[in-house]
């Protein structure tokens, strides 16, 4: 029988009830880094995905790269994403954490005047968002040969915090110009040591994260998340397709819970340059497709065996119930860009259901 959106699927050892997702979307709703009352209560409302993955957490003080934006490396990180995991689970949900480092998408503002930190002392273009708004990124830090292996343990630590807290995974945010996927591709990365170079050596950090992460919680609890043509903060590789065919093979063979693409750049665009297929067929276990899918695109995907789950991202953050809204072909909500990053609960946890009379 042909797969659709709504066949279940198994995922780190869940029975999943549908294969839609819900993509980590960054709200800012963290004032004091904790996740709280209201952020549980956005997740809750969500939770008749198949799967859920935070909003990206910071792993240490210096991977903030934005305002109010949660961490994960405390014990009131624990205390407050517990609400989170409570309140899905009550709702039969599954919820990873998104583990985050920016590297070099920060800025001093946020470390007490420190320079953020990087593979290489290479400045990205643009602007950092910060609590007194946009100032242009600075150029990094190049990390120390000796402080990777210090990163690598923050990863770890942030793992035991989200299975501490009660999720049941987490997921490497290896993606978006942060700060995994800036040791990846060789526009950021011009390290000279064992970090750097080949592709071997670009890949090793992220290697290295998902070792570490994977004995302390579970290779079966541990997702991957890559963005092989998204140019979002300034980053890009000369050989994208190779670069991360590379990636996905080296991270097969190791029992993922899952591997996540974003397939399209940060404006919804595709490009020719890389040919996600080969990476899915590079990749041993589950893939999650992301970017401008809809309901018909994603049943095709999955019935073609071209993705095995689909991750939505603004149709998510606007429709809490998209699952249902999917299957009675039900409108959507359209998103309020206005209320995307900080605030209340507006625009965050007042879309509405629909109505079942
Ligand atoms: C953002 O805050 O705009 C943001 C954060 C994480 C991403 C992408 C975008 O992966």
Avoid at 207 to 218: K, M, P, S
Wanted: include cysteine.
């Amino acid at each position: 029988m042909s797969k659709d959106l709504f066949s279940t699927i198994e995922v780190a050892g869940h029975l999943l009830s549908n294969r839609m997702v819900m993509a980590p979307m960054t709200r800012n709703r963290a004032p004091d880094t904790n996740a709280n009352a209201m952020i549980a209560e956005h997740y809750a409302q969500r939770a008749s995905a198949g799967l859920i993955i935070t909003e990206g957490t910071q792993i240490s003080e210096l991977a903030v790269g934005y305002p109010a934006t949660p961490g994960m490396f405390t014990q009131a990180h624990v205390d407050g994403w517990k609400l989170a995991t409570d309140a899905v689970h009550n709702k039969n949900g599954q919820i990873f954490a998104q583990l985050w480092h920016c590297g070099r998408i920060s800025h001093p503002d946020f470390h007490d005047g420190a320079l953020p930190v990087a593979p290489s002392a290479i400045a990205a273009a643009g602007d950092a968002f910060t609590y007194e708004g946009l100032k242009p990124f600075v150029t990094p830090r190049a990390l120390e040969l000796s402080e990777i292996s210090t990163i690598v343990e923050q990863y770890r630590h942030a793992a035991a915090c989200a299975r501490d807290a009660g999720f049941d995974g987490v997921e490497i945010h290896a993606a978006n110009g942060y700060l995994i996927d800036q040791f990846i591709r060789d526009s950021s990365n011009q390290r000279t040591d064992q970090y750097g170079g080949s592709l071997e050596n670009r890949s090793r950090f992220l290697l290295e994260v998902v070792e570490a992460v994977g004995n302390e919680i579970g290779f079966d609890k541990v997702g991957v998340r890559l963005s092989p043509v998204n140019a979002f903060n300034d980053i890009s590789d000369s050989d994208p397709q190779n670069t991360f065919n590379d990636v996905a093979t080296a991270l097969s063979g190791s029992g993922l819970a899952y591997l996540h693409v974003v397939e399209v750049d940060m404006t919804g665009a595709t490009n020719p340059d890389v040919d996600m297929q080969q990476l899915r067929d590079r990749f041993d276990g589950v893939y999650i497709a992301n970017g401008g899918y809809d309901k018909n695109r994603g049943n095709e995907a999955i019935a073609t065996g071209r993705a095995d789950l689909i991750a939505y991202g603004i149709p998510y953050l606007a429709n809490p119930d998209l699952p249902e809204r999917f299957s009675v072909d039900a409108p959507l909500n359209q998103a309020d860009q206005a209320t995307f990053y900080g605030g209340d609960e507006h625009g965050y946890n007042d879309y509405p259901v629909l109505e079942t009379a």
